[in-house]
Structure formats: structure tokens, C-alpha cells
């Protein structure tokens, strides 16, 4: 079993930054990969952002060149920083864990990220 606790949503204005943080609740990056999930009021849950076990990242088009996906693994964290926001960018924001050697995968309770002047 994992626990995943994200923290760091807010209220931010247009271009603005935040960094989302996902906490584990022990030592998985070796054999999960990490990813950030969001959902928009009325929309279903997209992918955002993901990290490998290797360490290669990869990212959904709306984001690309704004936000980055990064991880400690000293810390079991995931970050998620997100840079020049828009209004589009608000939802809540989950983090996942998805095993790699199994069908496991755990999700985080949501973090709200709003966007608007």
C-alpha cells in the first residue's frame, strides 16, 4: 500500500507560478512511475506530466515549456512547478503512482489549483 498527500495548490493570478509537491509514503520511484494528474470542473481527469523509474519525463502539449515534472528520491517527493499560468490550468491537481512490476496504482487526494485575477 502507498499513501500519496499532495499539498501546495492556491490562488494564483494569470502568469504566475506555483509548485505542486506529492509525498510518499515510502521509497517506490525504482519501480513506479510518477505522474501528475488534473481535472477541470465538469471534464475528465488528464494527464499532465509523468516521470519514469529511469528518470525520463515526458509531458501533455498544453504544458510543455511551463511546467516540470522533477523528483527526490532521498525524500520520496514529486514536484510538479508550474510557470506562466493561465485560467485554462485551473482544476484540481492528483498525484498517481503506477507500479511498473504489478497493476497497482495509488492516487493522492487532490490539490486545487485556481487560476484567476
Known amino acids: 500500500q502507498v499513501q500519496l498527500v499532495e499539498s501546495g495548490g492556491g490562488l494564483v493570478q494569470p502568469g504566475g507560478s506555483l509548485r505542486l509537491s506529492c509525498a510518499a509514503s515510502?521509497?517506490?520511484?525504482?519501480?513506479?512511475?510518477m505522474a501528475w494528474y488534473r481535472q477541470a470542473p465538469g471534464k475528465k481527469r488528464d494527464l499532465v506530466a509523468f516521470i519514469i523509474t529511469g528518470g525520463s519525463t515526458n509531458y501533455a502539449d498544453s504544458v510543455k515549456g511551463r511546467f516540470t515534472i522533477s523528483r527526490d528520491n532521498a525524500k520520496n517527493m514529486v514536484y510538479l512547478q508550474m510557470n506562466s499560468l493561465n485560467p485554462e490550468d485551473t482544476a484540481v491537481y492528483y498525484c498517481?503512482?503506477?507500479?511498473?512490476?504489478?497493476?497497482?496504482?495509488?492516487w493522492g487526494q487532490g490539490t486545487q489549483v485556481t487560476v484567476s485575477s
Open positions: 515510502r521509497s517506490i520511484f525504482y519501480i513506479y512511475t
Open positions: 498517481n503512482a503506477d507500479s511498473v512490476v504489478s497493476t497497482a496504482s495509488y
